[in-house]
C-alpha cells in the first residue's frame, strides 16, 4: 500500500489550516473535474490555479451551512455503512507513489478490505438518480482520480439523504477501471500531472472560462461602462468614415499613375509585405520543441460589449 504524505496529510490533520496549506502543492480529487472541465465541477481550472499559485485566494466555504450539512450526513451515513458491513472506516488522506502532486482525501478507508469511500449528500433528484446507479461525472471523476492516488481496489459511492424515507442511503461501486466516457483514471493521472506542469510550474494560468466572470452592479461601473459603450460606438462610426476615406484615397492612387502621393498632411502608397512562414510545415522542425524559443508571456488587458 502507499505510505501517507508526510505528517500532515493524517487522519488527525484533514481539515487544519496545515493540511489546507499542504493541499496548495498538488492536486487533490475534489479539483480534478474542475481542472479537468467536466460537467458540474464546483470551480474553473482558472480557480484551481489561481488558488495553487496564490494569485488569489478562493473563499472558505468551511463554514457554508451546506458544506457543514454535508458534514454532519458523511459522520452519519459512515457509522451506518461500518454496521452494514462489518468493519470500521477511517478517513485517510494520500500522495501517489510516483507523482507527488497527485492527492486525495477520502471520506473512508478500510486497510483489510482495501475500500474507500466518497459520501455525498445530494438534492432529491440526484438522489434518486443514484438510486438507478446514476453517478454524477464530478463525483465520479473524484473517486476515479482517488482510487489512482489511493492504490485502493474500489471506492463505494455513498449518496444520504434522510429525506427519502426507506431510501434514505444509495450505494454504488465504483471500480478502478471504471471510466466517464472515454476518460479513465489513468488519464487523469496524465491530465494532472501535465495541467500542472504548464500552468503552476511555468505559471501560465489556464483559459478564463464564462464560468469565471462574476456579475457587479455598482454605480460605478455601470457609469464606467456606459461611458465605454458610448466612447465605443463613436471610434466604430470614426473607423466606418476612416476605411471610405481610405478607399477614396487608393482609388485616387491608382488612377495616378504614381507609385506614391503626399500632401495636406498625408501620404499614400502601396507595397508588397512578405507572407507568413508556415513553420508547421518544415519537416525538420517537427522533432524540435520550439516552446523554449517562445518569447516570456505578457499580461493582456481588454474590454468588450457583452450581452446581459
Given at each position: ?172 461501486k465504483v471500480g478502478r477501471n471504471d ?115 517562445r518569447k516570456k508571456s505578457i499580461t493582456v488587458f481588454s474590454v468588450l460589449?457583452?450581452?446581459?
Amino acid at each position: 500500500m502507499i505510505e501517507d504524505i508526510f505528517g500532515i496529510f493524517n487522519p488527525k490533520g484533514i481539515g487544519s489550516e496545515e493540511w489546507k496549506r499542504e493541499r496548495k502543492n498538488g492536486i487533490g480529487g475534489s479539483e480534478i473535474a474542475s481542472i479537468m472541465g467536466i460537467d458540474g465541477a464546483f470551480q474553473t481550472p482558472w480557480a484551481i490555479w489561481a488558488s495553487k499559485t496564490g494569485a488569489k485566494e478562493l473563499p472558505d466555504i468551511g463554514g457554508n451551512f451546506a458544506v457543514q450539512k454535508g458534514v454532519q450526513f458523511e459522520i452519519v451515513a459512515r457509522a451506518k455503512i461500518e454496521e452494514q458491513m462489518e468493519c470500521s472506516f477511517e478517513p485517510k488522506s494520500w500522495v501517489h507513489k510516483d507523482y507527488p502532486i497527485c492527492r486525495a482525501t477520502d471520506d473512508g478507508y478500510n486497510e483489510e478490505r482495501n475500500i474507500i469511500l466518497e459520501v455525498k449528500y445530494m438534492g432529491q433528484q440526484p438522489h434518486e438518480a443514484a438510486s438507478r446507479g446514476i453517478i454524477p461525472d464530478k463525483y465520479k471523476a473524484q473517486m476515479l482520480w482517488n482510487l489512482q492516488v489511493s492504490g485502493a481496489d474500489h471506492c463505494l459511492f455513498i449518496s444520504y439523504n434522510p429525506d427519502s424515507p426507506g431510501n434514505e442511503m444509495v450505494i454504488i461501486k465504483v471500480g478502478r477501471n471504471d471510466t466517464i466516457g472515454d476518460i479513465t483514471g489513468e488519464s487523469m493521472i496524465e491530465f494532472g500531472k501535465l495541467w500542472w506542469e504548464t500552468h503552476v510550474v511555468l505559471g501560465l494560468p489556464p483559459d478564463i472560462t464564462s464560468k469565471d466572470f462574476q456579475p457587479i452592479e455598482t454605480q460605478e461601473w455601470k457609469d464606467l461602462a456606459y461611458q465605454f459603450i458610448k466612447c465605443k460606438n463613436a471610434v466604430d462610426s470614426a473607423e466606418k468614415e476612416l476605411d471610405v476615406a481610405k478607399k477614396n484615397i487608393r482609388d485616387v492612387l491608382d488612377s495616378s499613375g504614381v507609385p506614391a502621393l503626399k500632401g495636406f498632411g498625408i501620404s499614400a502608397k502601396e507595397s508588397l509585405r512578405k507572407g507568413v512562414i508556415e513553420y508547421s510545415k518544415i519537416k525538420e522542425l517537427s522533432s524540435v520543441d520550439l516552446e523554449k524559443y517562445r518569447k516570456k508571456s505578457i499580461t493582456v488587458f481588454s474590454v468588450l460589449e457583452c450581452k446581459e
